[in-house]
């Protein structure tokens, strides 16, 4: 089990940018997966990126393609999503995510994560 703690929410106009971050502690960070979901009111769960242990590659909703970067820092045990050219269509709460298996391949379903964190609110204004 990894336990995970988001920062970096806030409100921000359109256009603007923010960066979110994911603090990870208990099993080795390195060797899990990790991704960003996002769940705004009255809608499901929705997969927003995702990044290999290694972080060699990368995977992006099509929403977000062009507009958000994750990376992250195994040596600090930390993932970020850079999100850049925001819309109000991305106001939601923010959630980390573990892989729930050592292997991670770029799937975008929830079930394939077994940690989470508490999620960070990030709105956008018009």
């Known amino acids: 089990q990894v336990q995970l703690l988001e920062s970096g929410g806030g409100l921000v106009q359109a256009g603007g940018s923010l960066r979110l971050s994911c603090a990870a502690s208990g099993r080795i960070f390195s060797d899990l997966g990790m991704g960003w979901f996002r769940q705004a009111p009255w809608k499901e769960r929705e997969f927003v990126a995702a990044?290999?242990?290694?972080?060699?590659?990368?995977y992006y909703a099509d929403s977000v393609k062009g507009r958000f970067t994750i990376s992250r820092d195994n040596d600090n045990n930390t993932v970020y999503l850079q999100m850049n050219s925001l819309k109000p269509e991305d106001t939601a709460v923010y959630y980390c995510?573990?892989?729930?298996?050592?292997?991670?391949?770029?799937?975008?379903?929830?079930?394939?994560?077994?940690?989470w964190g508490q999620g960070t609110q990030v709105t956008v204004s018009s």
């Open positions: 995510a573990a892989s729930r298996f050592l292997i991670y391949s770029g799937s975008h379903s929830a079930t394939d994560f077994g940690s």
């Open positions: 990044i290999i242990s290694s972080g060699g590659s990368t």
